[in-house]
Structures are given as structure tokens and as C-alpha cells.
């Protein structure tokens, strides 16, 4: 056999024209499907929501918690009143806007697993 009789091999390096579209969603399959691993994203995040909402409240309780002590050192009506309308509610309000950050970030994190976006 001579050497120009042998078929030569080309490689073909363009883009394919048919390529298996990839499972969209494989996380959130599993979510809907109840599998165990779908259980456990959902646990993860509910987990995460508990931590805020109770690192939340251990402020508030802490906040609420150390009043009558404070009113029992000021001997005051006035500055009780004053504390009572002005002092109570910044913490307060610290507390309620971080748990809602929070509470958002995670809800976030969780959207962008079960879609599979990258962390940013």
C-alpha cells in the first residue's frame, strides 16, 4: 500500500451543533423531589434563619432583660421615662435591622445554591 492511498484524518475543531443541554435547576430538583439532599439544603437554611432569629432575640432579651436594673439605679421618674422613649429603642432597632440583613443574606446564599451561581 502506498502512502496516498491511506485516508487522511482530518480533526474537526468547530463549535458542535448539538450539544445535550446540561439539568437545570439539579439542586431544586431536588428540593421539589424530597430527597434527602433536597432535606438537607432545607435544613441548612432553616438552621441559618434560627441562628439569626434567636442571636436576635438574645439581644432583645438582653436589652429588655437589663431595664428594671437600670431603672432601679436611676431613682428618677423622669430619666425612667426618658430612657423608656428614647434610650430602649436604638438597640432595639440595631437588632431588627441586622436580623432582617441577615435573614436576607441568607435567603440570597440559599437562592443563588439552588439556581448554581457562583459566590460573588
Not at 432545607?42 to 437600670?70: H, I, K, N
Not at 432595639?92 to 435567603?107: F, K
Request: overall charge positive.
Amino acid at each position: 500500500m502506498s502512502a496516498e492511498s491511506t485516508p487522511r484524518r482530518e480533526v474537526v475543531t468547530g463549535v458542535p451543533r448539538r450539544v445535550r443541554p446540561l439539568p437545570r435547576y439539579r439542586t431544586q430538583s431536588e428540593i421539589d423531589e424530597q430527597t434527602a439532599l433536597g432535606g438537607a439544603y432545607v435544613r441548612s437554611l432553616m438552621r441559618s434563619q434560627l441562628r439569626a432569629g434567636l442571636t436576635a432575640f438574645t439581644v432583645l432579651a438582653v436589652v429588655v432583660g437589663t431595664l428594671p436594673l437600670v431603672f432601679e439605679a436611676l431613682h428618677s421618674a423622669a430619666l425612667v421615662w426618658a430612657v423608656l422613649g428614647f434610650a430602649a429603642y436604638p438597640p432595639l432597632t440595631l437588632a431588627a435591622w441586622w436580623y432582617v440583613r441577615r435573614a436576607e443574606r441568607n435567603e440570597r446564599d440559599f437562592a443563588r445554591l439552588v439556581e448554581g451561581r457562583p459566590a460573588q
